[in-house]
């Protein structure tokens, strides 16, 4: 495959760039921090998605080296925003891991020291696992992300909802955040929304309190949805009715407006 035997040039090349997607504050519409979404610029095919990548890096191990540089960008980028930000208050960043990352032994170490030499305390930090990626994971899996929620960093199950996972599982995981799919979202276009979606959402939301863990929601596109989203007790939201990914700096301009 083309693109696969092109990654390890593209990172030495530098062709990889992050385009950030800010998390807002349902109750009051603050701006809170980003998620950081690898892209590629290809020389020949323009702008590639992380879907057309991380499947490869992941099958080939690129991604550890290919996470580690994520990481360390998006760490950096969050300390020039809280230092351009002042008193508007601590952006924080979100950085998706992937299961491969999870096994790699030096995921610990990377991440204190990435943090370390930014600057920036574990607690800006959010590392994104996927709920299909602890399905059933063993206490091994699970000791690096423990070391690193005992540091502060906060541990979020990303497309909750889609894993079919044991709900009275998630109590031996150690998150701080639920990441609610865009499926969710999508039930709530109309207004009122179904009432079994309703139902649904408003159960996760119970239960996930219940157990101290906070509740983003993705792929908000509309008023209606973050109002009723909000209503039914959700944190923070993140879609294209904020806005859409983009460069460090328009994230800097939202955070400002509702400073
Ligand atoms: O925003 P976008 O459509 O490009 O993101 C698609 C998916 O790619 C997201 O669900 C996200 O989980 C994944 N993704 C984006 N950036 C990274 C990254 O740096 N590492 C990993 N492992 N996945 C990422
Ligand atoms: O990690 P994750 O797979 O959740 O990454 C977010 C993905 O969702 C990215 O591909 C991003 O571009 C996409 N996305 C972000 N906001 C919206 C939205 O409001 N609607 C839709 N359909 N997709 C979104
Ligand atoms: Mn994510
Ligand atoms: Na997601």
């Known amino acids: 495959h083309g693109l696969t035997t092109a990654l390890p ?8 760039f992050i385009e950030y997607q800010p998390l807002v504050h349902l109750g009051d519409g603050s701006v809170r921090g980003a998620e950081a979404l690898v892209r590629w610029l ?15 890096a992941e099958h080939t191990g690129l991604i ?48 204190v020291d990435i943090l370390e030499r930014a600057g920036v305390e574990p607690d800006a930090l959010c590392l994104e696992v996927t709920e299909s990626a602890l399905i059933g994971a063993d206490d091994d899996l699970l000791k690096p992300l423990r070391r690193l929620a005992e540091m502060g960093v906060d541990i979020a ?18 998150v701080s955040i639920l990441k609610l799919d865009r499926s969710f979202t999508q039930g709530m276009q109309q207004f009122p929304a179904d009432p079994v979606d ?7 939301v119970s239960l996930a309190h219940s157990l101290d863990l906070a509740v983003t929601v993705e792929g908000v596109e509309t008023g209606a949805q973050a109002e009723q ?29 509702d400073a």
């Not at 040039?9 to 990889?16: K, M, S, V």
């Not at 300390?79 to 299961?99: C, K, Q, T």
């Not at 007790?233 to 955070?255: F, K, M, N, S, V």
Request: charged letters at 20%; aromatic letters at 8%.
């Open 157 to 174: 199950l990303d497309d909750f909802g889609t894993g079919y996972s044991n709900l009275a599982n998630l109590r031996r995981l150690p």
């Open 64 to 111: 550890v080296p290919l996470g580690r540089w994520v990481l360390e960008q998006s760490v950096r980028q969050a300390r020039e925003w809280r230092e351009r930000h002042g008193a508007a208050g601590p952006l924080r960043i979100n950085v998706n891991l992937s299961p491969c990352q999870l096994t790699h032994p030096g995921l610990v170490q990377d991440t």
């Open 198 to 204: 309703l139902k649904i959402v408003e159960g996760i």
């Open 42 to 56: 290809h020389p020949q095919h323009g702008v590639l998605g992380p879907d057309r990548f991380i499947p490869l």
């Open 229 to 257: 989203l909000r209503i039914l007790g959700c944190d923070t939201a993140q879609g294209w009715y904020y806005a859409r990914p983009g460069p460090p700096d328009r994230l800097h301009d939202l955070a400002l407006v």
């Open 9 to 16: 040039a593209a990172l030495e090349r530098d062709e990889f």
